[in-house]
């Protein structure tokens, strides 16, 4: 075995120890989708999950605090990596360091997220109130305005 391979064996073991689906997986490392069911099954005991894989990254979105926590997310890989770069090292490097400093995610959003501002599936904006990126999408409820200024208000009030 090469150092090459072994080092794609390990990077597809700790995607799959992650949670992303193995068809992602699989189209990261270029590792067949057989052997990754193998190891899904030798890692934790049971098959991984079937079923359809979502279209983008708005699947993920069904409030404002996801579209809040993707848009954190892409912007963080952006920060580490330059830009919104595809690669399976690069994703859980970002994963690993969003887990760290904000807490649970999913990586399947995370990849979704950055794969769909690569390819402009959605756009980034960034918020002329607070500045900050976001992920926009005009028409979809909570990704056509800020998420940081809508939850910021929405306490406010609360508390008020
Ligand atoms: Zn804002």
Known sequence: ???GDLETYQLADALIRSGLRISIVASL???SVKWLRQTHVHLFGVSPVNGRLPDNCLSF?????AAARLSSFVT??????GGPVAGGKELLTTWREYERLCGAIDINAGYYVCRDVR???VSLMRCSHCRTLYIYDG????????????????QTAGRG
């Not at 963080?76 to 990596?81: D, N």
């Not at 028409?139 to 929405?154: D, E, F, H, I, N």
């Open 1 to 3: 075995m090469r150092v």
């Open 29 to 31: 490392t270029g590792l």
């Open 61 to 65: 979105t069904q409030n404002y605090e």
């Open 76 to 81: 963080l890989h952006m920060g580490l990596h």
């Open 119 to 121: 390819v402009s599936i």
């Open 139 to 154: 028409k979809r409820r909570y990704t056509s305005q800020c998420p940081y200024c809508y939850l910021a208000k929405r």
